[in-house]
């Protein structure tokens, strides 16, 4: 009784916690947003993949953290705020674990393979679903900053999805971002064998200190996971921000 007790209050304090984030943000964040004409599509679960993890840092930052961890953090984040507007979701990973069998094993290029189709297995097992890879960048120009959003190739909505979340980059965060959605490669292997929509959202630069110290920060990191939300359902929505 006194386990249930705790797991109760446990639950309680989640859930009051995710109530003042939802708050804090909705101040941080006036309506931005106006109805525009055209069909809605409904799309049920968001597959959410914090880029890298385990083995896998991704980038340094100027401040030594890691991108595999404020990949994870914002991804949290953004997790939270899916299933609070009724979506189904599923996250790659939930730790700071890579997707495959054993980090010991193998070569790492054979472990990287191997993880990054064990990520694109859970997207073709997906339907009615859409991805949002997220990840952050870097660049030998530290003044380079701002967010800006990659898309998949085999499903054209993807483009729709991207176009939204950067825009909700610029209205709610960063005004000063003039970067374009671009289309996936090569490079990014989800972004061309994806069979569902896909965007990959570079959050912002770790090489640039200021934008490095923000993404750092739990303010920061669940404004951008708003941000996101905003992008996703807006597009759903038939609504440009």
């Not at 309506?31 to 993890?53: C, F, K, N, R, Y």
């Not at 979506?87 to 990287?112: F, N």
Request: glycine share 10%; with cysteine.
């Amino acid at each position: 009784m006194k386990n249930c007790s705790k797991k109760m209050t446990a639950i309680r304090l989640g859930v009051l916690g995710l109530c003042l984030l939802l708050g804090g943000l909705a101040v941080f964040f006036q309506p931005l947003v106006t109805q525009v004409s055209g069909p809605a599509q409904t799309w049920e679960t968001v597959v959410i993949d914090p880029g890298h993890g385990g083995f896998d840092g991704g980038c340094i930052g100027v401040n030594g953290v890691y991108e595999k961890d404020i990949n994870l953090s914002i991804a949290k984040v953004f997790n939270q705020l899916c299933m609070f507007m009724g979506y189904d979701t599923i996250m790659t990973r939930y730790t700071d674990t890579a997707l495959c069998s054993g980090e010991i094993t193998g070569s790492l290029r054979q472990q990287k393979v191997e993880d990054i189709n064990n990520r694109l297995a859970i997207l073709e097992r997906q339907k009615n679903a859409v991805c949002v890879c997220i990840h952050q960048n870097k660049f030998t120009d530290s003044e380079q900053h701002g967010a800006q959003m990659f898309y998949g190739i085999l499903d054209p909505a993807s483009e729709g999805l991207a176009k939204s979340m950067q825009s909700a980059f610029t209205s709610l965060l960063q005004p000063d971002n003039t970067r374009e959605i671009k289309r996936g490669d090569s490079s990014v292997y989800l972004l061309t064998q994806s069979p569902i929509p896909i965007v990959l959202s570079e959050c912002g630069f770790l090489s640039n200190e200021e934008e490095c110290e923000k993404l750092s920060g739990a303010d920061y990191q669940a404004q951008v996971a708003f941000t996101l939300l905003t992008g996703l359902v807006n597009w759903q929505s038939g609504v440009e921000s």
